[in-house]
C-alpha cells in the first residue's frame, strides 16, 4: 500500500475516533487519565536517563511526542495534508518515518482508548490498581508488542536520517515554506527527532544504546503487567511512579 495511503487512513481513524470520543465526557476524561499516568510512568522508568548528559535530549524527545497526552491533531492534519507530497519531495527514510508514525498513533489510540473503558469501570480502586486491572482486561499481547516495535522503529529511521548527508539543510531550507503551508508542527517534529538523534549519534553509538534501554525495559514491564501478581505489578509501577516526582 502507497505511503499516502496509509498515513491518510491512519489519520482518519484516529480523527474519527476522536470526535467519537469528544461526545462522551466522561470517556474523554478516562482517556486523558490513562494518557497522563502512561506519561508519569515513562519519566519514571527512564529517571535516569531525563536526568543524564548523554541521554537526556533523546528521553525527552520520546517522552513528549510519543508517550505524552499531548495533543497531536495538528500534526496529524499536516500529516494528511502533505501525505502524496511526502513520497515527492522527500527521501524515501523520510516517507517511511512519517508512515511509522502515523501507524503507531493509530495503534496507540485504539489501545489508549481500550484502556479508557475499562479505567471508568474501576472507579472504586486505586490509579493504579485501575492501570494494571485495565491493562490485563484489554489484553492484546501483540498489539502492545508491534505498538514498541514501532516506537523502537522510529527511533532507528530517525537515527539513520541523521546519517544522511544535506538533508538537515533540506529541513531548514523547508522551514519557512512549511511555515507558510501551515505545516509549521509537522515541520518541528521533524527537525526536533533529527536533532535529538544527530545529537546522540555523535556520541559514537549512543543511540542503539539508548534505544536497546527502551527495549529492554519496556520489554520487562510489559511482561510484568501481564504475567507478574497483580500486587507485585501495583508495588513495581508505584515505585516508578514515585521516581517521577
Known sequence: ?????????????????????????????????????????????????????????AALFFLQELYSEKDYSERDSQFAQIAGALERLFPEQVVQTAVSLAQLHRLTEDLDLAMAKSWMRDSGDSEVGRYVNAWRSVGHRAGRNTQLNTVLTVGQELDRLTRKRGLRMMLKMMRKPAELAGMGSLQQFLESGFDTFAEIARQGDGARQFLATVRERETKLIDELFDADAVACETKITQLLGQAR
Open 1 to 57: 500500500m502507497e505511503a499516502s495511503i496509509i498515513i491518510r487512513d491512519s489519520v482518519l481513524h484516529v480523527t474519527q475516533l476522536r470526535a467519537a470520543v469528544a461526545e462522551m465526557p466522561d470517556l474523554a476524561s478516562a482517556v486523558s487519565a490513562v494518557k497522563q499516568f502512561q506519561a508519569r510512568r515513562f519519566a519514571g522508568t527512564y529517571f535516569d536517563l531525563l536526568h543524564s548528559d548523554q541521554y537526556q535530549s
